[in-house]
Structure formats: structure tokens, C-alpha cells
């Protein structure tokens, strides 16, 4: 079992940056693979990134591509959400999830029953 807390949220105006935080705790962080999940106000929980368990392979959903980016460092237990021109629409609630499972592909990611979750850190981009 592993133990996810976020950091770094905040407000934000548009265009700006901010960087969120997932700190693991419990198992070996390195077995297993993590992602990024934001759901705003009256809206279905929306896929953001996700990365395997070497930190060499990312995904990111459509909304997000080429302004946010995921990294992790395993030593460090933690993964990274760099997150840059930040938009109003980007506000939401984020989560950190993790599983320990296998997964490849974009699909696999992006569709993934997470098994651990974070209790979630707010951003707010005002415009």
C-alpha cells in the first residue's frame, strides 16, 4: 500500500505557473506507476498525465499537451505536475493517483481504475 499527499496548489492568474507535488509513502514508489487527475466543479474527472514507474515515459491529455509536464523522482518518493500558461479552465481539484500495476499505451493510462489516490490540492487560474 502507498500513502499519497499533494502540495502546491494555489491561485493563479492566467498564464502563470505553478507546481504540484505528490509526496509517497508505504511501498517502494519506484513499482509503481503514477498519474495526474483533475475534476472541476459540475464536471466529470478529466485525465491530465501520467508517467511509468522509470519516469521515461509520459502521457498527457489533450487539454494539457505542451504546457504541462510530469516528472518523478524516485529516490525522492515524489512525482512532479509542472504546469505552465495556465488557463481559467485549467481550475479544478487535482489528484495524485498511483497503482501498481502494468500499464502501455496512452489508453491503458488515460482510462486507468488508479488503486491509490490523494486526497487532492486546489488550483484556481483567475482570469
Known sequence: QVQLVESGGGL??????????????????????TGWLRQAPGKEREFVAAINRSGGVTYYGDSVKGRFTI??????????????????????????AADSSSCLGYVCYARRDWGYWGQGVQVTVSS
Open 71 to 96: 516528472s518523478r523522482d524516485n529516490p525522492k518518493n515524489t512525482v512532479y505536475l509542472q504546469m505552465t500558461s495556465l488557463k481559467p479552465e485549467d481550475t479544478a481539484v487535482y489528484y495524485c
Open 12 to 33: 493563479v492568474q492566467a498564464g502563470g505557473s505553478l507546481r504540484l507535488s505528490c509526496a509517497a509513502s508505504g511501498r517502494t514508489f519506484s513499482n509503481y506507476i
